[in-house]
């Protein structure tokens, strides 16, 4: 099983407050490693300063499993603590 950890999208659907716009760049340097064989671990930094567009006020992680088609449901987590970056993702097939 594998997770695509290149595919970053750095959009927000739906900002928190009026007027808040979501980064413009991806997070910085993000890796995964194997947890147990069925938990991903994985973490991440702040986009670059000139990407974050103001004050990063939580975190959102989706991810899917790569390579059962594109009709595979996206698993979502939304962290509303700033200081998150470390993440236990847990795959259920």
Known sequence: MAI???QIDATS???TEPGE???SGPPVGL???AHSASQI???WQPPDEEH???MITGN???NRLHGYGENTPWSNRNMTNENQRIYLI???V
């Open 4 to 6: 695509a950890l290149n």
């Open 13 to 15: 659907e739906t900002p």
């Open 21 to 23: 716009k979501a980064p």
């Open 31 to 33: 890796v995964g490693l």
């Open 41 to 43: 671990m994985i973490q």
């Open 52 to 54: 974050g567009n103001g």
């Open 60 to 62: 959102m992680v989706r």
């Open 90 to 92: 847990e795959i259920h």
